[in-house]
């Protein structure tokens, strides 16, 4: 895929997404208990493998899918096509009893994900104005 960011906003925003997710698992499971991670510890690292490195690279690939596709419905489909997969991961965690719900849902984890998806396309519109900025200042990338 052709990236409109630069390898360094691509970290970035790798890095907040991956701090992100972390902290989103830590409130959800320690603080609120409304998930329950398992305490096995195979099926832990998946689910921190999920958390940690799948979700931030859906983040990349979301907006740098969203700002190669010109038109809205190519835009729509990367948009659900990514939602449906981590949603399917999610159902795989339930499935595999890597994660359960006592005090949430599946449906609330899939609008938590939309907008996960959502804050991804907003933050990389404004790495890539940043981006944009700089190069147009010194000739150079962010």
């Given amino acids: 895929m052709k990236k409109k960011l630069s390898f360094t906003a ?3 925003q790798f890095m907040v997404l991956s701090i992100i997710s972390t902290n989103y698992i830590t409130i959800m499971t320690n603080n609120l208990d409304w998930l329950k991670a398992t305490e096995d510890v195979t099926q ?3 689910l921190l493998i999920n958390r940690e490195c799948i979700l931030p690279l859906v983040g990349v690939i979301m907006v740098n899918g969203y700002m190669n596709y010109q038109k809205r419905s190519e835009k729509m489909l990367c948009y659900l096509s990514l939602l449906f997969f981590i949603s399917v991961l999610d159902v795989l965690h339930v499935y595999f ?3 359960f719900y006592p005090d949430w849902s599946l449906f609330n984890t899939v609008i938590v994900n939309g907008l ?3 804050f991804c396309i907003w933050m990389g519109k404004g790495l890539y104005y940043f981006q944009k900025k700089e ?6 990338d962010l």
């Fill in 97 to 99: 009893h890597s994660l």
């Fill in 135 to 140: 190069e147009g200042r010194y000739g150079q």
């Fill in 116 to 118: 996960y998806l959502v």
């Fill in 44 to 46: 832990f690292i998946s």
């Fill in 10 to 12: 691509n970290s970035i």
